[in-house]
């Protein structure tokens, strides 16, 4: 298999790291993560992960609290889901980094993006946490910003859906699944699939993003390869 793309960032989420517990960390789930990262990096893809952290802690969770308390600790709940998935990999032998918008030195390196491009450089794969470091940001934003940054041919993000749909399909059985869709009807309708601080950055930037469920077989190596799955979602009409 050969891949469509040299340079991808994933977003994974939290929730479906979690599995069908819904909270926490299910280590089949990262392991199956794992061998299909694995996969494509032997095809010689570069390689960045920003993952959610909603299997631990979500802003809006802290209904009393300070938003921007409340987000940060979002963001620290990224961090541990990123160190547990730069442990699986690099006891697959694949060296990893995690690069944190919040300055934590004792854990992981501060986010840089010349030192995040030497890495690719150098073969590593680069794990980005806590967001963009700022409050009223969704992990959403952070990847979309993060795909402009290094310049990634494609934003992939990985859901606990197969898709983006015109409803919540959890609460309309007869929700319509989009194949294709484009920044402006994702902006203009209030798809919530996909924040429009994200949406926006990436129609800026032509960054197509392809959202899929990461339940299914294969699914990341698939998307890698070139093989419509889920919904795309780009400028072109």
Same mark, same amino acid.
């Given at each position: 298999?050969?891949? +469509?793309? +040299?340079?991808?960032?994933?977003?994974?989420?939290?929730?479906?790291?979690?599995? &069908? @517990? =819904?909270?926490?960390?299910?280590?089949?789930?990262?392991? +199956?993560? %794992? @061998?299909?990262?694995?996969?494509? +990096?032997?095809?010689?893809?570069?390689?960045?992960?920003?993952?959610?952290?909603?299997?631990?802690?979500?802003?809006?969770?802290?209904?009393?609290? @300070? *938003?921007?308390?409340?987000?940060?600790? =979002?963001?620290?709940? #990224?961090?541990?889901?990123?160190?547990?998935?730069? @442990?699986?990999?690099?006891?697959?032998?694949?060296?990893?980094?995690?690069?944190?918008?919040?300055?934590? #030195?004792? %854990?992981?390196? $501060? /986010?840089?993006?010349?030192?995040?491009?030497?890495?690719?450089?150098?073969? *590593?794969?680069?794990?980005?946490?806590?967001?963009?470091?700022?409050? /009223?940001?969704?992990?959403?934003?952070?990847?979309?910003?993060?795909?402009?940054?290094?310049?990634?041919?494609?934003?992939?993000?990985?859901?606990?859906?197969?898709?983006?749909?015109?409803?919540? &399909?959890?609460?309309?059985?007869?929700?319509?699944?989009?194949?294709?869709?484009?920044?402006?009807?994702?902006?203009?309708?209030?798809?919530?699939?996909?924040?429009?601080?994200?949406?926006?950055?990436?129609?800026?930037?032509?960054? &197509? %993003?392809?959202?899929?469920?990461?339940?299914? $077989?294969?699914?990341?190596?698939?998307?890698?390869?070139?093989?419509?799955?889920?919904?795309?979602?780009?400028?072109?009409?």
């Amino acid at each position: 298999m050969q891949p +469509k793309y +040299k340079r991808v960032l994933i977003k994974l989420s939290g929730e479906a790291l979690a599995g &069908p @517990d =819904g909270h926490g960390l299910n280590e089949n789930v990262i392991a +199956k993560v %794992v @061998d299909q990262i694995e996969a494509i +990096k032997k095809m010689g893809v570069e390689i960045a992960l920003v993952i959610g952290g909603g299997n631990f802690w979500r802003g809006r969770q802290g209904k009393k609290m @300070d *938003r921007t308390t409340a987000d940060h600790m =979002g963001m620290l709940a #990224t961090v541990m889901n990123s160190l547990a998935m730069m @442990d699986a990999l690099e006891q697959r032998g694949m060296p990893t980094r995690v690069q944190t918008a919040l300055i934590m #030195t004792s %854990v992981a390196e $501060p /986010y840089i993006l010349r030192k995040a491009l030497s890495h690719f450089e150098k073969g *590593r794969i680069v794990i980005m946490a806590c967001g963009t470091g700022n409050p /009223y940001c969704s992990t959403d934003t952070a990847a979309a910003q993060r795909a402009c940054e290094i310049q990634a041919d494609v934003l992939m993000m990985a859901k606990n859906i197969d898709g983006i749909y015109d409803s919540d &399909p959890k609460l309309n059985p007869a929700a319509k699944k989009y194949d294709h869709i484009n920044y402006i009807d994702i902006i203009k309708n209030g798809i919530k699939a996909m924040d429009a601080t994200a949406a926006t950055m990436c129609m800026e930037n032509n960054i &197509p %993003v392809i959202a899929f469920g990461l339940d299914e $077989p294969d699914s990341i190596v698939r998307v890698v390869c070139g093989e419509r799955l889920g919904t795309v979602i780009d400028n072109n009409r």
